[in-house]
């Protein structure tokens, strides 16, 4: 028996005790003495509950969620999550009611939506969770995404074709932001808000301040950008390409298309996407592409990003390469032979 009593100092309730040899002082955070004999019980339940059953038995998805926050985990979709599971054990929460509470809190979402929002911040706090010791690790399956093509990456005869509109219309600054994003992977947010004195045409390096984590990331740049954006006159404090808001740089794109009679792209789809895409299909290795581009996983690089258009054709190639050459008169001349599968009708 613990035998925890409530002590007061300076009006603030404390149990204090004996627990398995060890002294015990826990502030219970209350003046009202029915509160605070309230709380003394619930903390000595916890005391023996956590010793007879692990920490997976006491410690809560809240507990977790702060302690996953407070070490640098994404925050953005953690409250609904968060609320959903409220009061519950970490350890008991089974990947099949991550994936309902996915369908609960977005029941008119899509498919990616659910995951990027529901299924990936509670997979993530439990897993941190894990780390710490408090309960074993969960895999969820992810709900299946259609492939869809409104990122269908663009080529040079879209960006040749888009470019000539642009500068036609006296647009430099969109030009220059739209290649800049297709030939380093940067997303819109992260053009938009380069500033010139994190751009070195030397050295051809521009430096982008990280939207999703607090790091730095080196673009490098090739000739034509430099060409495009010495023209742009950069200048300290100010932005490379002018535009502050990112539906500005898409409803421009969008009128560019128009002019040009090619198919209407989005930021996203004629920059990070394309660049993803170009890279691989020109030759780069995949974790070549992903430290060019800034990107840390590789799952998602290869299933979002990259469509290998000639996948097909360049593995033909290969084996062509591997049996090299043959004689095709003489695979003609084969006699071919009548063949049958299966049982013969009347045969054994």
């Known amino acids: ?46 005391l023996y509950k956590r010793s007879t059953y692990g920490e997976a038995a006491v410690r809560t998805f809240e507990e977790a969620a702060v302690s996953y926050l407070e070490q640098g985990g994404e925050g953005r979709y953690v409250p609904k999550v968060l609320k959903h599971f409220k009061g519950r054990a970490v350890g008991s929460i089974m990947p099949a009611e991550i994936r309902g509470a996915a369908l609960t809190l977005y029941p ?18 439990i897993n941190h969770a894990h780390d710490l010791g408090w309960c074993g690790p969960v895999k969820v399956k992810q709900f299946d995404v259609a492939k ?14 888009f470019l ?13 932001c739209v290649l800049f994003m297709q030939q380093t992977g940067a997303r819109v947010s992260e053009a938009i808000n380069l500033l010139g004195e994190f751009v070195d045409l030397g050295a051809r390096v521009a430096m982008l301040e990280k939207t999703k984590t607090d790091e730095w990331s080196p673009r490098y740049l090739t000739a034509e950008l430099v060409a495009r954006m010495a023209a742009l006159g950069l200048e300290k404090g100010k932005r490379v390409f002018g535009y502050t808001d990112r539906q500005a740089v898409n409803r421009r794109i969008k009128a560019v298309c128009k002019r040009a ?29 992903m430290d060019a581009g800034g990107w840390k996983s590789a799952s998602l690089f290869m299933q979002t990003y990259v469509h290998s258009e000639e996948a097909g054709r360049n593995v033909a190639g290969i084996f062509d390469r591997e049996a090299g050459l043959f004689d095709a008169k003489q695979v003609q001349s084969i006699k071919k032979k009548r063949v049958r599968f299966g049982k013969q009708k009347g045969k054994s």
Do not use: C
């Open 1 to 46: 028996m613990p035998g925890l009593k409530v002590e007061w100092r300076d009006g603030i309730a404390y149990a204090t005790g004996t627990f398995n040899g060890k002294r015990i002082r826990k502030s219970l955070k209350t003046r009202n003495p029915a509160e605070a004999e309230e709380q003394r019980a619930i903390y000595e339940a916890k």
């Open 108 to 125: 008119k979402a899509s498919a990616s939506t659910r995951n990027r929002q529901a299924v990936t911040p509670a997979r993530s706090i």
């Open 148 to 161: 869809s093509r409104k990122n269908k990456p663009v080529d040079r005869d879209w960006m040749t074709k």
């Open 261 to 289: 009679k090619i198919e209407p792209r989005s930021s996203h789809a004629a920059g990070r996407h394309s660049f993803a895409t170009n890279a691989i299909n020109g030759g780069a290795r995949i974790k070549e592409a």
């Open 164 to 176: 000539a509109e642009s500068d036609k219309s006296g647009l430099p600054h969109l030009s220059a």
